[in-house]
Each structure stands twice: as C-alpha cells, then as structure tokens.
C-alpha cells in the first residue's frame, strides 16, 4: 500500500485534483470544501473527517464559533455520498462530529 500526503493552505490553495481513494479532513471546517471533496473521489472512495461542534463552547473558549459546526453539519455537507458512520458527542473533552462517507459506486 502506498500512501502520498499532501499539507496545503485550502484558504489559498485549491484542494488538488486526485481522483484519491481516500480523503481524510480532522478539526478544520471550510464550507466550500465539501463539494471539491466529493468530486474529487474515486467511486467507492472514503471520506473520514472530524470537526468540532458548537457544543463544544460549553467547556471551551476556543475554537470560537466560526470555527465549528452546528449539529448535524458534518452529515448533511456529505448526504451526497453513502454515511457508513457518523457520530455526535464528547470525545477526549472535544465536542465532535465523526464521519465515514462513501462516494457512490458507478454502476
């Protein structure tokens, strides 16, 4: 299996344009991103990703609220692909919303 990484400002850089087999996204929200996201899988691609959620502003200051996501966000920003997890809630003290998503298979 071999794996190529990339590190990019997604703020200036546009997100590149694969097709990748997986696409992995954790504690960054960019709205615009997800439809380039979409595109940009194989069929049968994964989508894994994690944001933090506004419940996260009962115990934490920071990220501030342009930062995080309202319920439900996450999955309704991927219901054109297959949910095959999704989950809501505190995990290591974060407020979060954690997602597989899978792009429809050709047929």
Same mark, same amino acid.
């Given at each position: 299996?071999?794996?190529?990484?990339?590190?990019?400002?997604? =703020?200036?850089?546009?997100?590149?344009?694969?097709?990748?087999?997986?696409?992995?996204?954790?504690?960054?929200?960019?709205?615009?991103l997800?439809? $380039?996201?979409?595109?940009?899988?194989?069929?049968?691609?994964?989508?894994?990703?994690?944001?933090?959620?506004?419940?996260?502003?009962?115990?934490h200051?920071?990220? $501030?609220?342009?930062?995080?996501?309202?319920?439900? =966000?996450?999955?309704?920003?991927? $219901?054109?692909?297959?949910?095959?997890?999704?989950?809501?809630?505190?995990?290591?003290?974060?407020?979060?919303?954690?997602?597989?998503?899978?792009?429809?298979?050709?047929?």
């Open positions: 299996l071999s794996i190529d990484t990339l590190v990019a400002d997604l =703020e200036t850089e546009p997100l590149p344009l694969g097709p990748f087999q997986v696409i992995t996204c954790f504690r960054y929200r960019q709205l615009e997800f439809p $380039s996201i979409h595109m940009r899988l194989n069929p049968g691609g994964l989508f894994v990703g994690e944001v933090v959620t506004i419940q996260n502003l009962e115990r200051d920071h990220p $501030s609220l342009r930062f995080l996501a309202e319920p439900d =966000e996450l999955r309704e920003l991927c $219901s054109s692909m297959k949910i095959l997890y999704y989950g809501e809630g505190w995990f290591d003290d974060q407020a979060l919303a954690r997602i597989v998503a899978q792009k429809e298979l050709i047929h």
